[in-house]
């Protein structure tokens, strides 16, 4: 059997096809590729150059696919869904017919990274977070052993959710889309950027600042004002709350038009310039790091609050990995655990950082496999 799996994100798109032998359980990988979303007009249209790279001379036509599985960027209800941060709208029966594969199946690209999880290797995560005394995964033949419910974030393009509930055999990812509540500050420094922000957008959500757009936002926020971020180090070099009222000023997130408007056409900045330009000590740069990473510890703490997630909290997405270093910092620590008298809660619970780019991608090709059992 073939089975063709898929995971498009807002900027990339990972396809992997492989063989399956249901007899003996077998799998061997016959191809796998990376494609950037910008240089194609559709789902449809990477599949083809996909399997026609891969067939080569042959008509991928005659060598139709058994089952295809795509996690997608965006809510999915049915067999044609509208991506969120892509101008695509993709369509199951339309691709069946068009690259020769008997079964379609969608899913949220993060119900596919929870998938993913159970086939991560020890050394593919990176513990942010451990409770005092905490025990830490348990692991078995090289792959974590899951015995309760846990979480999976990620900043990437967007922001993706997927709470997995464990329901004593098996670990069942629940459809959501986390990250559009409202972004939700914690700081004076974070009021005056949402003050901000809702000059451009009615609604702000944690996926405005808390993703790879949103780190470009937070660079041009700290460019067009000399704000501190949300911690700052004392004498002893501990993290305590910055304050930016004076006596002579106790207005908060004052804002004249003419500020917002002196910079408008300032050159974009990309997220891995300004990656770049925080490791080289540029002071705007590294309040937009720090401040990102704060937004990361706050958003993932309130969400480990709204789902009873022992296991922990597993942090995939194509950002988190590449700014591990920041990551490390104290900032996400503090800024997680910043939950007043709920604190002891998300103190109980472990963050893990998934260092695994094909985690969707994993979780894709599992549900492929699901799916064929249970026929």
Request: net charge negative.
């Amino acid at each position: 059997m073939l089975f063709l799996a898929g995971d498009i994100g807002g900027t990339k798109a990972l396809l992997q096809l492989i063989e399956f032998e249901p007899d003996s359980s077998a799998r061997q990988t016959l191809a796998q590729q990376r494609y950037l979303c910008e240089q194609f007009d559709s789902l449809q249209s990477i599949i083809q150059h996909f399997l026609h790279s891969f067939f080569s001379e042959a008509d991928p036509v005659s060598n139709p696919i058994d089952s295809a599985c795509f996690g997608l960027p965006g809510p999915v209800c049915g067999s044609r869904v509208r991506l969120t941060n892509l101008p695509w709208v993709v369509d199951a029966g339309e691709i069946e017919q068009a690259c020769s594969i008997s079964q379609v199946f969608f899913i949220n690209d993060f119900h596919g990274a929870a998938l993913g999880v159970e086939a991560l290797s020890k050394s593919q995560l990176d513990t942010l977070y451990k409770p005092e005394g905490g025990q830490g995964l348990e692991f078995k033949f090289g792959r974590p052993v899951l015995k309760g419910n846990f979480l999976v974030i990620g900043a990437g393009t967007g922001l993706g959710v997927a709470p997995v509930f464990f329901d004593g055999t098996h670990a069942i990812p629940v459809a959501h889309e986390g990250g559009h509540f409202d972004f939700a500050p914690i700081s004076e420094t974070q009021q005056c950027l949402l003050n901000w922000l809702w000059q451009e957008y009615e609604h702000v959500s944690y996926e405005r600042v808390l993703s790879g757009p949103g780190l470009e936002r937070l660079y041009q926020f700290f460019l067009n004002f000399d704000y501190p971020t949300t911690y700052v180090r004392d004498a002893s070099q501990k993290l305590k709350k910055s304050r930016i009222k004076s006596p002579q000023n106790d207005e908060l997130g004052l804002f004249i038009a003419e500020d917002l408007d002196r910079n408008e056409n300032q050159d974009s900045v990309s997220a891995s310039e300004i990656h770049s330009r925080a490791e080289a000590g540029e002071p705007a740069a590294v309040k937009a790091m720090t401040e990102f990473v704060t937004i990361y510890g706050a958003f993932v703490g309130a969400v480990a609050l709204l789902w009873n997630a022992p296991q922990g909290v597993f942090l995939a997405g194509g950002v988190a990995s590449k700014i591990e270093a920041w990551m490390e910092l104290p900032y996400f620590r503090e800024a997680y655990l910043e939950k007043g008298r709920m604190k002891s809660i998300v103190a109980s619970r472990p963050v893990y950082l998934v260092a695994d780019e094909t985690l969707g991608l994993q979780g894709a090709m599992q549900y492929n496999l699901n799916q064929s059992q249970s026929q």
